[in-house]
């Protein structure tokens, strides 16, 4: 009987400290020496929302996290960041932290006097081409008069560049609003919703 539990207990301590460190390797480290993060799970462009299609929860080497990571335990309901946008250009398995995702609140506060007014066709004269939702945009009431000027002023100096195809450039127009001593009604309003021609 000595002689077996000599045997059996060498083996038995052996196959345990295998097991042991199989147990370790496949389930124990990565919940010991890992912290659940955000991370980009595809490119997510300037100003596009966050969603399931574009985030993922992967366990990341405590050493490797970055600051003021965004952490999840089970799903990305934790996080407040589905429907929230990003605040710059974001590369597939980037890890996602606070200064990624725009901090501007869309949603009006009536408390405040805040609302959404969409604008009409009608009453647009240029807009900048690259206006995206959560901007600042300054508004100015242009008469019929100076209308005509501006777009005499705008054909003039596209013409001087020759290069590029005549359009309303948001540069020259508030070049133009200060030649032409236009003031804006209306300053520092957030874009809310855009739609482009499609």
């Given at each position: 009987?000595?002689?077996?539990?000599?045997?059996?207990?060498?083996?038995?301590?052996?196959?345990?400290?295998?097991?042991?460190?199989?147990?370790?390797?496949?389930?124990?480290?990565?919940?010991?020496?890992?912290?659940?993060?955000?991370?980009?799970?595809?490119n997510i462009d300037f100003k596009d929302v966050f969603s399931r299609d574009n985030l993922r929860i992967k366990r990341i080497?405590?050493?490797?996290?970055?600051?003021?990571?965004?952490?999840?335990?089970?799903?990305?309901?934790?996080?407040?960041?589905?429907?929230?946008?990003?605040?710059?250009?974001?590369?597939?398995?980037?890890?996602?932290?606070?200064?990624?995702?725009?901090?501007?609140?869309?949603?009006?506060?009536?408390?405040?006097?805040?609302?959404?007014?969409?604008?009409?066709?009608?009453?647009?004269?240029?807009?900048?081409?690259?206006?995206?939702?959560?901007?600042?945009?300054?508004?100015?009431?242009?008469?019929?008069?100076?209308?005509?000027?501006?777009?005499?002023?705008?054909?003039?100096?596209?013409?001087?560049?020759?290069?590029?195809?005549?359009?309303?450039?948001?540069?020259?127009?508030?070049?133009?609003?200060?030649?032409?001593?236009?003031?804006?009604?209306?300053?520092?309003?957030?874009?809310?919703?855009?739609?482009?021609?499609?």
């Open positions: 009987m000595k002689k077996l539990l000599k045997v059996v207990m060498p083996l038995f301590i052996l196959m345990g400290g295998i097991a042991f460190l199989f147990f370790y390797d496949l389930f124990l480290e990565e919940r010991i020496n890992t912290v659940p993060v955000v991370v980009a799970a595809e080497n405590r050493d490797f996290v970055v600051k003021d990571a965004i952490t999840a335990i089970d799903n990305l309901n934790d996080t407040h960041l589905l429907g929230e946008l990003a605040a710059i250009d974001i590369k597939r398995g980037t890890q996602i932290y606070r200064a990624l995702v725009d901090p501007n609140n869309l949603i009006p506060d009536e408390s405040k006097g805040e609302f959404i007014a969409p604008i009409p066709n009608e009453w647009i004269f240029a807009v900048p081409g690259s206006i995206r939702r959560s901007y600042v945009a300054d508004f100015y009431v242009v008469p019929k008069r100076k209308q005509r000027d501006l777009e005499k002023w705008i054909a003039e100096d596209q013409a001087d560049k020759s290069q590029k195809p005549i359009s309303s450039d948001d540069k020259d127009i508030l070049e133009y609003g200060k030649l032409a001593k236009l003031k804006p009604v209306l300053r520092n309003v957030r874009v809310a919703h855009t739609k482009d021609h499609s």
